[in-house]
């Protein structure tokens, strides 16, 4: 068994946390469910859902984490329950799930990130993505990006994650902001804002059954809530270090760059005359795409652009691979490059058959937000709440000088936040079954 790793800095815990955060899911899922469940009623809705249940439930993560210095199975057997390490393997389970398919969204950004270097997209950008988006192409540069995913994780901690994610963040909120700025010249600018901004309530009372689970597994999901990530990464931080600040830094540093990219995303939408509401997942590329092919230095633009989702795929793609190498790593003798390339290799095949057809890869996408991830989110709640309970208070408040906060958090998580989980799920099951999404595409 290996020594166990710990985070170089304290500001290296909260980039590599808010890397894992701000990933695809912010820049990519979060303009596209938007623009297909109601625009800024989504937005409002999401924003409840990040404060007043993402941070509780992250904060939850943590204490496991940090009171145990255990991989996300092995830290309930180390707090004296292991029949709840089901939690930690549903969650591995759940990463294990998303990055399969996150793996070949992440291919596509490559291959668009190309595109603009060589203008590849420039003359079609709407039969540009059809091309790219399935079959052997998107296999190979699913590939690759696994390969990236797995060279990053083999390094380790320190030299690895932390040191990739140092660089990562602070490039995607700089480049993000240039984004938004030059988006705000843009002709559909000012619709864009309005659809994005301006809520229309009616449209939240016609839809809850998909706004709500969309809009709480979209806070769940950008968060990397409910997949063992905060567990893992929160078991290599120290005991001074204040969890409610750096959720409150991780949480604020999240929703700020999932805002800019809308800010980037609906003018640009809307300057192309395409309609919002019938957006779908490829909708987002091929605007973009068709933006940056007309206006002077589009491909620079695009470079920036793909290149800052890229980035942000990457580094999200690193915190759900690194679950499970964590776990591996704590239980056995092989090298963690060794466990890497396994790791990676077992995924790129989970993958193919997203890589190979995009019905594969929204199936995998809906269960996920509507069923797996506020499934795992709601147990990890009922152990900390009412299980550990005062032994999660006194984690909670190690480092910290504000000792009225944990009895006002831990009766938040016991009531508010778990009956709010259990009102998305099911929600989410009820959409699932009805629709028929629940069963796999054929």
């Known amino acids: 068994m290996s020594e166990r790793a710990t985070w170089a800095t304290r500001v290296g815990f909260l980039v590599a946390a808010i890397g894992s955060a701000v990933g695809l899911g912010n820049i990519w899922q979060f303009p596209f469910k938007t623009a297909s469940n109601g625009g ?14 993402g941070l509780p439930a992250l904060l939850a993560e943590f204490v496991v984490g940090r009171k145990t210095k255990a991989n996300a199975v092995d830290a309930f057997r180390k707090l004296g329950h292991p029949r709840w390490r089901v939690i930690g393997a549903f969650g591995a389970f759940i990463g294990f799930w998303i990055v399969s398919y996150y793996s070949v969204v992440g291919g596509w950004v490559g291959r668009y990130f190309i595109g603009s270097v060589t203008g590849g997209y420039f ?8 091309a790219i988006a399935t079959g052997p192409e998107a296999i190979l540069f699913h590939g690759l990006f696994m390969t990236a995913t797995v060279t990053v994780v083999a390094l380790g901690v320190n030299s690895g994650i932390e040191r990739a994610t140092k660089v990562m963040v602070p490039g995607i909120v700089v ?9 705000a010249t843009q002709s559909g600018a000012a619709a864009g804002y309005s659809y994005f901004l301006n809520p ?46 750096d959720g409150g830094v991780i949480v604020v540093m999240n929703t700020l760059i999932g805002v800019l990219a809308g800010l980037v995303v609906f003018p640009v939408l809307f300057a192309n005359g395409i309609d919002p509401n019938t957006t779908k997942a ?35 793609a690193i915190s759900l691979m690194e679950v499970v190498v964590s776990y591996a790593t704590d239980h056995s003798t092989v090298s963690r490059p060794r466990l890497a390339v396994l790791t990676g290799t077992v995924l790129f095949v989970m993958g193919l058959p997203s890589a190979w057809d995009t019905a594969w890869l929204g199936w995998f996408d809906t269960l996920a937000y509507k069923l797996f991830l506020p499934l795992s989110v709601l147990l990890l709640l009922l152990f900390v709440g009412w299980v550990l309970a ?19 958090w831990l009766w938040t ?13 099911a929600l989410g099951l009820e959409t699932l079954l009805l629709g028929g999404d629940i069963v796999p595409p054929v």
């Open 40 to 53: 800024a009623v989504f937005l409002v809705v999401y924003l409840v859902a990040v404060v007043g249940i």
């Open 175 to 183: 480049m993000m902001l240039g984004l938004a700025v030059w988006a």
């Open 390 to 408: 005062d032994e999660a208070v006194e984690q909670l408040l190690l480092g910290s000088d504000t000792g009225w906060l944990g009895p006002v």
């Open 282 to 316: 490829e909708a987002i590329f091929v605007a973009m795409a068709n933006a940056f092919s007309q206006v002077p230095g589009g491909r620079l633009l695009g470079m920036v652009f793909f290149g800052v989702v890229l980035i942000a795929a990457l580094s999200s």
């Open 123 to 130: 003359d079609a950008p709407g039969q540009y993505f059809g």
């Open 200 to 245: 229309d309530f009616s449209t939240l009372l016609a839809n809850a059954g998909d706004v709500v689970p969309f809009a709480v597994g979209q806070a769940f999901f950008t968060l990397s809530l409910g997949m063992a990530i905060m567990i893992t990464y929160s078991s290599y931080v120290g005991e001074d270090t204040s969890l409610f600040v």
């Open 413 to 425: 998580v016991r009531t508010v936040v778990v009956l709010a989980v259990v009102a998305t799920l």
